[in-house]
């Protein structure tokens, strides 16, 4: 009997990602969290599949997070969680799940264990402050805690504090299969290579090709990322594009 | 009669950013055109509201341009218009407005103008086809242009493209009111700040006030931005500002 290699159906698990901050909004401020995020939660199999920049508008944050945490398995936040009147987010999580805010007692102990006592003041201890039923996100950086609410994690805006929280919250995470990226970048410009990879994904229709061109001291440039669930397919499909960037006399740059 | 200085009322002028692309999602491209379209529209009174980024999968990127068209005054796009399989932006744009694609003579003339002879092929034509009714963006850099379908702007991916079609496309935005804004970084940390600054915000609605915590060398500091329409309000808030910093011994840094 031939041997049967089974093939368990690869399973994905997707997240989206709301960054709340009229200073992303207005240019002033680069969102640096969004490729970390992506990267991290794609290294324990969940795939960020959307994106929203929202202002610091209540309706608008619940607007956003409703739509997105009913049709993705995880939520992710960033921005809005600080001392001062235009941090709203936790009120507007609030606000989406129908529930009060409340003070969290651990999170206010987090807090006063930090904060030097005579600078301990209402607007810091607002920071103690989750929706009814939340879940804390600990802070490794400065103790104001996020939280978790549903499939909703509220995490802080700035880098190093939403790197602390995400990898805090990464071992309660269910992810499913990680996608696999091969690349390879060529000298041949994208209106060379496309009839030709075009037929190569119409091949591998599992195997996600992306064209990526750009232009390196003025000549073009084309790089092509391959990327799956399945390391097989993946790894198939590259080594045809190999084969047309030879056929088609391009050198490979890296 | 005392002199009455009547004040037009302020024109809010508002866009949408939807950027199209896996490579965004996966954290693999890192966006460098949001801020740019930001701070641009801004200089002609165009109020950025609203970023999604959605993946190259034409049913999200109808779905996400026809929430925002129906709600912005102006929609920029950004990507997926290359000569590629996953170049599906211009299709997609097509079916959330309901028409064809069809072939832009003045497109194919400006590509087959850049295109030297030997190279023209369908898949560098394809960058000629726009949805029906179309207007042409054109692209200094590279000749495939961005079109404009209603109020849906059709742009590069690629910055420096993008930066062209936008610089071709400016002159024929409507702007209302610019926000001007003004900006004070101190050494206290948002937490001390936080009432102070509660109550100057609530003292002037019109203007808004973000406080941006960051900590260099270890230590705290808090950039307050005052962003209004109106500059007469925008400098009495700073001032309070500037009074409120000085009354809790801050140090202004910048």
């Known amino acids: 009997m031939a041997a049967a290699r089974i093939k368990a159906a690869m399973k994905l698990v997707t997240?989206?990602?709301?960054?709340?901050?009229?200073?992303?909004?207005?240019?002033?401020?680069?969102?640096k969290n969004l490729p970390h995020i992506a990267v991290e939660l794609n290294k324990i199999g969940i795939q960020l599949r959307e994106v929203r920049v929202v202002p610091d508008i209540e309706a608008e944050i619940?607007?956003?997070v409703n739509a997105v945490r009913a049709r993705y398995d995880y939520v992710f936040?960033?921005?809005?969680?600080?001392?001062?009147?235009?941090?709203?987010?936790?009120?507007?999580?609030a606000k989406a799940f129908g529930v009060p805010v409340v003070r969290s007692a651990e999170a206010e102990a987090s807090l006063r264990a930090y904060i030097p006592a005579e600078r301990v003041n209402a607007a810091r201890l607002k920071m103690a402050d989750v929706p009814q039923g939340a879940t804390l996100v600990p802070n490794a950086v400065s103790a104001a805690p996020g939280f978790c609410m549903g499939n909703v994690y509220v995490m802080a805006g700035i880098p190093n504090i939403m790197q602390s929280m995400l990898a805090a919250t990464?071992?309660?995470?269910?992810?499913?299969?990680?996608?696999?990226?091969?690349?390879?970048?060529?000298?041949?410009?994208?209106g060379t290579i496309a009839d030709?990879?075009?037929?190569?994904?119409?091949?591998?229709?599992?195997?996600d090709i992306g064209s990526y061109p750009q232009f390196v001291n003025g000549k073009p440039q084309t790089t092509l990322v391959c990327r799956s669930m399945d390391t097989n397919m993946n790894k198939a499909t590259m080594d045809e594009i190999y084969g047309m960037i030879t056929a088609l006399e391009g050198v490979i740059l890296g």
Chains 1, 2 share one sequence.
């Open 170 to 190: 990464i071992p309660y995470l269910k992810g499913g299969d990680s996608v696999g990226s091969l690349s390879v970048t060529t000298d041949l410009p994208e």
């Open 77 to 93: 936040t960033t921005g809005g969680i600080g001392p001062t009147h235009d941090d709203i987010t936790t009120a507007s999580i």
């Open 62 to 64: 619940v607007d956003a």
């Open 196 to 207: 030709g990879l075009t037929a190569i994904q119409d091949k591998y229709p599992t195997v």
């Open 15 to 31: 997240a989206a990602l709301v960054i709340i901050g009229n200073e992303i909004l207005s240019g002033r401020t680069h969102d």
